[in-house]
């Protein structure tokens, strides 16, 4: 199943603390279709612990307006809090 991963700052620079968080969060970016955070420097901190590339894309930004009606039903899980 396409997986898609956002981090934010706690979800990298606490993963010492996490029970197997050294361990987990390289295998969740390493099988993720793709990664992004919201700065640079946790961007290229969770690359290195990723071995891929994790995008910076800002937690704030203007988006289009999207269509009254989608053609194609899509669907979405979040996990998170």
């Known amino acids: 199943m396409p997986c898609v991963v956002w981090l934010l700052g706690s979800d990298v620079w606490k993963v010492p603390s996490y029970p197997f968080g050294t361990n987990l969060l390289p295998k969740v970016l390493g099988n ?3 990664a ?5 420097e946790l961007a290229a901190q ?26 194609d039903p899509v669907g979405v899980l979040f ?3």
Not at 36 to 40: H, L, P, S, V, W
Not at 46 to 71: H, T
């Open 32 to 34: 993720s279709n793709a």
């Open 36 to 40: 992004y955070a919201d700065g640079t």
């Open 46 to 71: 969770a690359a290195r612990l990723a071995g891929k590339a994790v995008e910076f894309r800002p937690a704030v930004r203007r988006r289009p307006i999207p269509p009254a009606s989608s053609p």
């Open 79 to 81: 996990v998170g809090r």
